[in-house]
């Protein structure tokens, strides 16, 4: 009988144990799933297109401020644009299927 006690209580708390494992690994599940979900990656595409953007507008201000020489405002402006329409054509892309 004090054996099957034993057995009860190793049973109740390895399951406790057990349960609340499963219940920290469905959170962590969860949290991936709605990071990588279309509705998000969606919206950090669009914010980093925004963030490109500004980043175009900043770097044609110092040029205009005579911060830069032009020879590298064309290098860098140039890249900067073509990321910036790179993602705009995905996200049309993605939000049109």
Not at 38 to 50: G, Q, V, W
Request: one cysteine or more.
């Amino acid at each position: 009988m004090e054996l099957r006690n034993q057995c009860m209580i190793l049973r109740t708390t390895e399951l406790a144990a057990a349960q609340e494992k499963l219940s920290e690994l469905e959170k962590q599940k969860e949290d991936i799933m709605k990071f990588h979900s279309p509705a998000s990656i969606l919206y950090r595409l669009h914010e980093a297109t925004n963030k490109t953007e500004e980043e175009s507008e900043a770097l044609h201000r110092q040029l205009l401020d005579r911060e830069i020489d032009l020879g590298t405002f064309v290098h860098k402006y140039k890249k900067l644009r073509n990321t910036y329409h790179r993602r705009a054509l995905i996200h049309l892309a993605a939000k049109a299927s």
